[in-house]
């Protein structure tokens, strides 16, 4: 029987919650309103595969970047003591879909916000030839103009012949994506190491009208020559973008500024 695929959920000072698909309702103009993610105009998101925190300094890189940013998106992030702590001091909420558990602490993409989601959707695809797990997260929150952002951190498959298994993993998500009226970022690890896969993720963002942010100094980590670190987006204005450079992990972090607010 394949395992459950949940969503936990940590909150500064409440008991770590499971949360499964189709809990909660589905997006659309019936959410329940929650406080908004930004009171400014600017929403800074960072995106960054933290390796498993396995390398020093991951830390420092997010204090000094991560706790001004409204949103959070970690991939391979491993459930320690130390990672929560920062998570939950700097975030009202961070929520993790274990991929796979590892002896002590399970690891998966984990969002922070500085807001409570009213929509989590977990996601798990399994690797074709490792049978390790990557995952996904879709959350959605409010902005201050009243629009709903939907936020999707994905880890893609990486090892696979074909394919056919990293569209799979796509599918559920661009369903989601599709029925979705409001705002939309799309990040994480993308593992577009072939053209095969650049192609099926060019393809798969350009039907669901996503744009690609473009860094001026494009310094994302590459695998034969392509970046596998992206951001797409959707209802949203870019104002800033970097990536940054850090031994903290095998991948740079990546910090973008949107502009939140639709101005009539």
Request: aromatic share 10%.
């Amino acid at each position: 029987m394949p395992k459950k695929t949940y969503a936990m959920r940590y909150v500064a000072g409440q008991p770590v919650e499971q949360i499964f698909p189709g809990v909660l309702p589905h997006p659309g103009p019936d959410l329940p309103p929650g406080a908004a993610l930004t009171n400014s105009n600017v929403l800074r998101i960072m995106v960054w595969n933290i390796f498993k925190q396995q390398r020093a300094d991951w830390l420092s890189v997010l204090q000094g970047f991560g706790k001004d940013a409204q949103l959070v998106l970690l991939q391979e992030a491993q459930t320690t003591p130390e990672l929560i702590r920062f998570a939950t001091s700097n975030f009202l909420a961070a929520d993790q879909v274990p991929a796979f558990v590892l002896p002590q602490h399970p690891s998966g993409v984990m969002t922070l916000a500085a807001a409570h989601p009213v929509y989590c959707c977990p996601l798990r695809e399994r690797e074709p030839l490792l049978r390790l797990s990557k995952s996904a997260l879709i959350t959605v929150y409010p902005l201050t103009d009243g629009r709903l952002l939907m936020v999707v951190n994905i880890h893609a498959v990486n090892f696979s012949i074909g394919v056919d298994v990293y569209s799979k993993q796509l599918d559920p998500i661009g369903e989601q994506i599709a029925n979705h009226k409001g705002p939309v970022v799309m990040a994480g690890d993308f593992n577009a190491w072939s053209r095969q896969r650049i192609n099926a993720l060019y393809g798969f963002a350009s039907n669901i009208s996503l744009q690609e942010v473009r860094f001026p100094a494009d310094l994302r980590r590459r695998a034969f020559g392509r970046p596998l670190d992206f951001i797409f987006y959707r209802g949203l204005s870019v104002t800033q973008a970097q990536v940054l450079e850090t031994r903290a992990s095998d991948h740079n972090p990546l910090l973008v500024d949107f502009l939140a607010q639709q101005h009539p």
